[in-house]
T-cell receptor, first 112, second 112 residues
Framework: QQPVQSPQAVILREGEDAVINCSSSKALYSVHWYRQKHGEAPVFLMILLKGGEQKGHEKISASFNEKKQQSSLYLTASQLSYSGTYFCGTEHGSSNTGKLIFGQGTTLQVKP | DTAVSQTPKYLVTQMGNDKSIKCEQNLGHDTMYWYKQDSKKFLKIMFSYNNKELIINETVPNRFSPKSPDKAHLNLHINSLELGDSAVYFC???????????FGPGTRLTVL
């Protein structure tokens, strides 16, 4: 079952904040976040494992709510370079295969 | 230094032909993947190998056959190409099956 991301698209001005949500109907083992710029490959941002972890990466951080089966990606003080499509990839069960099911993506556009 | 490389970058071919895409990683990773990204940007896992052993084999037509001659290489052979096979195919690798995945630049396959 594909996780659902919201919003589908967001437009920001430089310096504004954004939150991207990823919800699953199945119990989550881990959540990966990736960013893909147009015409390029997805780039790894961070992994969150079950346990309600929160991780940070400069001005980009994420949380994982195991009970609600969802993860949120927080982008603060956005920069032009943040533009792209953000994907969450969910892993279910500890099968140790690395099988990720990706959401449909959230397109983020940061304007000057 | 290129971490995950794919050849060719573009592939245009006629229906019914057979083609191969090659992938190599120089990261020393044990796990490699093939993904298909369609025109709506939906990213879907196809296959995964860990230490040359097939560990993920999604519901993919058997016209698609992966082959891993060694840990650093994972190739994808497609027989009897169909119009619906047109997509961008990404190779990825990770240190272990549940680790961050690093994507190659992609191969854009167009079937005419």
């Amino acid at each position: 079952q594909q996780p659902v991301q919201s919003p589908q698209a967001v437009i920001l001005r430089e310096g504004e904040d954004a939150v991207i949500n990823c919800s699953s109907s199945k119990a989550l083992y881990s959540v990966h976040w990736y960013r893909q710029k147009h015409g390029e490959a997805p780039v790894f941002l961070m992994i969150l494992l079950k346990g309600g972890e929160q991780k940070g990466h400069e001005k980009i951080s994420a949380s994982f709510n195991e009970k609600k089966q969802q993860s949120s990606l927080y982008l603060t003080a956005s920069q032009l370079s943040y533009s792209g499509t953000y994907f969450c990839g969910t892993e279910h069960g500890s099968s140790n295969t690395g099988k990720l099911i990706f959401g449909q993506g959230t397109t983020l556009q940061v304007k000057p | 230094d290129t971490a995950v490389s794919q050849t060719p970058k573009y592939l245009v071919t006629q229906m019914g032909n057979d083609k191969s895409i090659k992938c190599e990683q120089n990261l020393g990773h044990d796990t490699m993947y093939w993904y298909k990204q369609d025109s709506k940007k939906f990213l879907k896992i196809m296959f995964s190998y860990n230490n040359k052993e097939l560990i993920i084999n999604e519901t993919v037509p058997n016209r698609f056959s992966p082959k891993s001659p060694d840990k650093a290489h994972l190739n994808l052979h497609i027989n009897s190409l169909e119009l619906g096979d047109s997509a961008v195919y990404f190779c990825a690798s990770s240190q272990a099956p549940q680790g961050p995945q690093y994507f190659g630049p992609g191969t854009r396959l167009t079937v005419l």
